[in-house]
């Protein structure tokens, strides 16, 4: 017993250092690295296409009539956003930029799925414009929506957001459903049923749906099946206390993805079955079944993104030592935000291992990408890939210290894409005012 943690440490360095990185060898993200200079980030346009079809071959063979929407919010870069329209997928949308986006890719009214918790009015015109699915967060945003619609004098297709009050057993910045938290409307005060009851009479309004969303990065499948029991409860009420039929129940998004090694995946066919033999128990008596809308986010393009950085130095001091890199949480900032994990690869080097950070190049304590690694020391010019950073990785990018934002490539096949040019220094300055007076 007493020799027990050294052979615990014997066998990690013993073990091999895990060099996979997805589909991508290490020699091939160097060669972009190379090629394309850093950060970068690289996606992986087959791992994406492969994502969309198990989630919604998945959806379909438990339910039959879905419709998965992208949340648009995990990765809005153009190509990869066409690349998801062009495999099937609807768009869930937050913002009239996100709006403005999929029309631009093509999509269409009851296609594109409109869910911000805080639309202005001009977000509202917008969307009754262009004849969107508009997602009610709350009394005011029906207010402001029967004010547009009377405004416009032209119709509009809703849907309520529950907030069910479900705990999705995730990080508390990317849960949605408790109660205290300022998304979607409540059961418990019957405000939701009072919200169906005044757009029903409406005569400019269409009932279309119901809709919740729990929260991200889900890894257990019991909460997604606690939700449906309360949306279909909801569903339930509306056609026996209001005649209301929906045409859809949106359930979301959040199905997680594993960053560990070792981690167990959740699988959507799980999700989906226990998801789908709920519902059809629960609304089997209705004389109707909605269609089931899912609109995952992460789910398609959080592990086919790696962000590809360079070594600038190797630091060692008594206490610690630091990899740094040439980038930081101005482009990756799931790890400071949520004490995110992203797995690390010092590309191309294997061997022995020593504990190190990796350390962005912002001027802050916090910006350490990655904690006590066991990693292979890298030397300067080495390049390291944090995995998994195809969600909400570019998209939540900022040029914070002045460090332009990063280019970004898909790789289909043998094909390799330029989809986002790296910016020019000058880019730093675009839409700014020097006063003439200060000059
Ligand atoms: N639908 C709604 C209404 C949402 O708010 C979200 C994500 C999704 C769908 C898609 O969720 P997903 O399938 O991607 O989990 N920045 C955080 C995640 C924020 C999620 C925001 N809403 C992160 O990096 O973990």
Request: charged fraction near 25%; charge should be neutral.
């Amino acid at each position: 017993m007493r020799y027990l943690p050294f052979l615990i440490c014997l066998a990690v360095y013993a073990a091999d250092y895990p060099t996979e990185t997805g589909r991508f060898s290490h020699e091939q993200l160097i060669g972009y690295a190379q090629e394309y200079g850093t950060p970068l980030y690289v996606y992986d346009g087959d791992r994406i296409k492969e994502k969309f079809h198990k989630f919604s071959k998945a959806f379909k063979d438990a339910y039959g009539n879905t419709k998965i929407y992208y949340a648009l919010k995990a990765n809005t870069n153009l190509s990869i956003v066409a690349l998801l329209k062009k495999e099937g997928a609807s768009a869930e949308c937050i913002s009239m930029g996100e709006i403005y986006l999929a029309r631009k890719l093509g999509w269409k009214g009851e296609d594109i799925l409109f869910t911000s918790s805080s639309k202005s009015p001009v977000e509202m015109e917008y969307a009754v414009n262009h004849d969107v699915v508009i997602n009610l967060d709350s009394m005011g945003d029906l207010e402001n929506l029967i004010a547009t619609v009377e405004k416009l004098k032209k119709k509009a297709r809703v849907s309520f957001r529950l907030n069910t009050d479900v705990d999705p057993k995730t990080h508390k910045h990317i849960s949605t459903s408790h109660k205290t938290t300022k998304f979607g409307i409540l059961f418990e005060n019957d405000q939701i049923m009072e919200g169906y009851k005044r757009a029903y009479d409406h005569p400019l309004l269409e009932v279309w749906g119901i809709h919740s969303h729990i929260g991200s990065q889900i890894m257990d499948d019991s909460p997604f099946v606690r939700n449906v029991k309360l949306v279909t409860t909801a569903v339930k009420r509306l056609k026996q206390e209001l005649g209301i039929e929906l045409k859809f129940m949106d359930l979301g998004g959040g199905l997680g993805i594993p960053y560990r090694d070792g981690q167990e995946p959740l699988e959507p066919e799980v999700v989906a079955n226990k998801m789908a033999k709920l519902v059809k128990q629960e609304l089997k008596d209705l004389g109707y079944m909605p269609a089931l809308w899912m609109e995952p986010g992460r789910y398609f393009v959080g592990d086919a993104g790696f962000l590809v950085a360079r070594v600038n130095s190797v630091k060692d001091t008594p206490y610690k030592h630091f990899i740094n890199v040439d980038t930081g949480f101005n482009h990756l900032v799931r790890p400071i935000l949520y004490e995110a994990y992203h797995r690390v690869r010092v590309l191309g080097r294997k061997g022995e291992r020593e504990k190190f950070d990796v350390a962005g190049n912002i001027c802050e304590t916090g910006d350490i990408l990655a904690y006590d690694r066991m990693l292979p020391r890298p030397s300067v010019g080495d390049y390291v890939a944090f995995m998994d950073a195809g969600a909400y990785g570019f998209t939540m990018a900022s040029e914070y210290n002045m460090f332009t934002l990063p280019a970004e490539i898909m790789v289909r096949g043998d094909k390799v894409d330029v989809i986002r040019k790296r910016p020019d220094i000058e880019d730093l300055f675009r839409n700014q005012i020097l006063l003439k007076d200060l000059e």
